[in-house]
């Protein structure tokens, strides 16, 4: 006969038995909660990662004026520009480090000819929408030009006003010297809008290339007044004063930006472009005397 079955021993196999399935149960919710945690762990990690690559474009686009290793970058600007994008550019290099900024300012008719003619630059900021449409016109533009700031002309005669020019018919008088700029360059065809509305003809004693120009024979005596810019005679208001004239509404030029299409680092430009167009740039321009567009 076959001996009887004990009872505690039948009681501990099963006993044994439902602790094992137990244990293989609590093996399998614990993988599969593990599992679970480690898919939320790589779910943070993911968007960690995105918002990182969004901060690292935000500063190559410049957009923060934060744009850190963006090189340099050469900027082909108007004459009357020279105060103010000088101490832009030196405001970018410092937001920008290992950022170099490489000035040239002339006429815009000048430089839009040189840019035109394969002059290596990143962008170029006109003092006039026409002088900015030969370049885009050319094929020559990265995008569409912006415009940053606004300009508009006075009367610089030297100081203490020994002429007694107070207005635009004064300069129509006969023995008053006056430089204008050549008519082919922004700040020429504003001061021709403006005579022309106001009904005054002269022959200017001079026609200068730029601004600078007409504003460096008032500063040394050659004539008795020039038409310049507001911020070009508020920059030499230590050899000039500035004489206010309602016409001048008439003859508002815009100044456009653009980044080049053949820009050497066309990051760099854009970077810049940016940066003009940011609040740090536009309260340098309001205090030199530009209006924002």
Not at 49 to 74: K, L, M, Q
Not at 170 to 196: N, R
Request: aromatic share 4%; glycine share 10%; net charge positive.
């Amino acid at each position: 006969m076959n001996a009887p079955k004990d009872a505690r021993t039948d009681g501990a196999t099963g006993w044994r038995m439902t602790m094992r399935k137990a244990s293989q149960t609590n093996a399998h919710k614990n993988a599969w909660n593990s599992t679970r945690a480690m898919r939320r762990v790589a779910a943070v990690l993911l968007a960690l990662a995105v918002a990182g690559c969004g901060a690292d474009g935000g500063r190559a686009s410049g957009g923060d004026g934060d744009g850190r290793g963006v090189g340099a970058v050469t900027v082909f600007a108007a004459a009357s520009l020279t105060e103010s994008f000088t101490r832009i550019g030196k405001d970018f290099e410092a937001a920008n480090p290992g950022s170099t900024v490489t000035l040239n300012f002339a006429g815009s008719s000048a430089l839009a000819n040189q840019i035109n003619q394969g002059a290596p630059a990143d962008v170029f900021a006109s003092a006039a929408p026409a002088t900015m449409t030969t370049v885009t016109e050319a094929g020559n533009a990265d995008g569409t030009p912006r415009v940053f700031a606004r300009n508009q002309l006075v009367i610089a005669v030297p100081r203490g006003n020994p002429a007694g020019v107070e207005g635009l018919a004064d300069l129509g008088k006969p023995g008053v010297k006056v430089a204008l700029c050549a008519t082919q360059v922004p700040c020429g065809a504003a001061a021709l809008t403006a005579l022309d509305s106001a009904g005054v003809a002269l022959t200017p004693a001079t026609l200068e290339r730029d601004v600078k120009g007409a504003l460096a024979k008032v500063k040394l005596g050659e004539v008795d007044a020039a038409l310049v810019y507001r911020t070009d005679a508020r920059a030499a208001s230590a050899d000039v004063t500035g004489v206010e004239f309602p016409e001048s509404a008439r003859a508002v030029n815009d100044y456009p930006i653009v980044a080049l299409k053949d820009a050497p680092n066309r990051t760099a430009a854009r970077a810049f472009v940016a940066y003009v167009r940011s609040a740090a740039a536009q309260s340098v321009l309001v205090e030199a005397g530009f209006q924002t567009p």
